[in-house]
């Protein structure tokens, strides 16, 4: 089992920065791969990025590649997310997710963290 917490989300004017914070709980972090995930009103939830077990690899989606950067500290069992240059269309509620096998598909995610809110006002 784990639990994850969402952190650092808030309101931004466009242009500016958030980093995003999403800590697990247990002591086999490093057994999963982790993603970023966002979900604005009325729409799908979609990836936004995504970070192999060992941090070696990520994926961005076409939309934040540039902008965001995705890492984890698996010392610290923490997976974060840099959003830079942010645009109104970044809003959404971000949630993390933790994938036991592959890490591609959302629904090879096992477990998701309650989400925290991005605005980013124009």
């Known amino acids: 089992q784990v639990q994850l917490v969402e952190s650092g989300g808030g309101l931004v004017q466009a242009g500016g920065s958030l980093r995003l914070s999403c800590a697990a709980s247990g002591r086999t972090f490093s057994s999963y791969a982790m993603g970023w995930f966002r979900q604005a009103p009325g729409k799908e939830r979609l990836v936004v990025a995504r970070i192999s077990r060992s941090g070696g690899s990520t994926f961005y989606a076409d939309s934040v590649k540039g902008r965001f950067t995705i890492s984890r500290d698996n010392a610290k069992n923490t997976v974060y997310l840099q959003m830079n240059s942010l645009k109104p269309e970044d809003t959404a509620v971000y949630y993390c997710?933790?994938?036991?096998?592959?890490?591609?598909?959302?629904?090879?995610?096992?477990?998701w963290g309650q989400g925290t809110q991005v605005t980013v006002s124009s």
């Open positions: 997710a933790a994938a036991s096998t592959g890490w591609v598909m959302p629904t090879q995610y096992d477990y």
